[in-house]
């Protein structure tokens, strides 16, 4: 643990609290992605099923238990609780060609050829790309709630701070996870326009507003 990491996993969690929070508050789930919902739900079942074989400290079990039970708790207001308010029609990002590669590239590239491993590899490879359904549904609306917009810039800080973490790792321990650094690159860059747009607008009070 490092600060860069603890930092990481706090905005982790304020996203998580941002979203939650905003679907319970207003009762609605307009500007959010159900299919950027169901991978994260599937990118955290897969990287912490270790919970059932492995005990690392009491920490790192409450934080996956939070992240898996949040994830699905999300997808249960959206599909379930919520779901007359849940924008179908802008939400149709095709996730099959996000899982398979995904899944094709973790039985490729891995560090080795287990099944705890291969899960653990294809659930970074998904979390990589899993917010691109909601990009592409912001884009296609055009504009984005300042709520949502908060949630999104906690999301890809939490991000970047892991990238950071491996920056510290690799300088004071000389430990590095590649597959975890290039996922985690290319997630960063994805959020790259959001964070400009973010910045110069949402905090100066406008609504966010991407190209469509």
Known sequence: MNIFRLLGDLSHLLAIIILLLKIWKTRSCAGISGKSQIL???VYTARYLDLLTNYISAYNTFMKMVFIMASYATVYLMYVKFKATYDHNHDTFR????LIPSLVMALLINHEFSVMEVLWTFSIYLESVAILPQLFLVSKTGEAESITSHYLFALGSYRALYLLNWVYRYVVEDHYELIAIISGVVQTVLYCDFFYLYITKVLKGKKLQ???
Do not use: D
Not at 95 to 98: A, R
């Open 40 to 42: 994260f739900s599937v």
């Open 95 to 98: 996730i099959e060609f996000l």
């Open 210 to 212: 991407l190209p469509a």
